[in-house]
């Protein structure tokens, strides 16, 4: 499976900003959709929070990706 670490800076990152800095969407809109219909899962688990926060370490999938976050 494919890994993509995106970095950021502060304490987190949004999932649906993980996303779509990652390139797995264009819009936050389509972000949204996948993740309020469970199409993406946050360190393993299916997560439905567009809003969740992320921090260095953790790792959304969707689509056969991994988005890890990492501080920058």
Do not use: H, P
């Amino acid at each position: 499976m494919e890994s993509i670490k995106i970095t950021f800076e502060g304490d987190f990152i949004r999932l649906d900003s993980l996303l779509k800095l990652g390139g797995a969407f264009e819009t936050g809109g389509q972000a949204k959709q996948a993740i309020q219909s469970g199409q993406v899962k946050v360190n393993g688990a299916v997560c439905y929070m567009r809003g969740k926060k992320l921090r260095a370490g953790d790792r959304a999938e969707f689509n056969g990706k991994i988005y890890e976050a990492a501080k920058a």
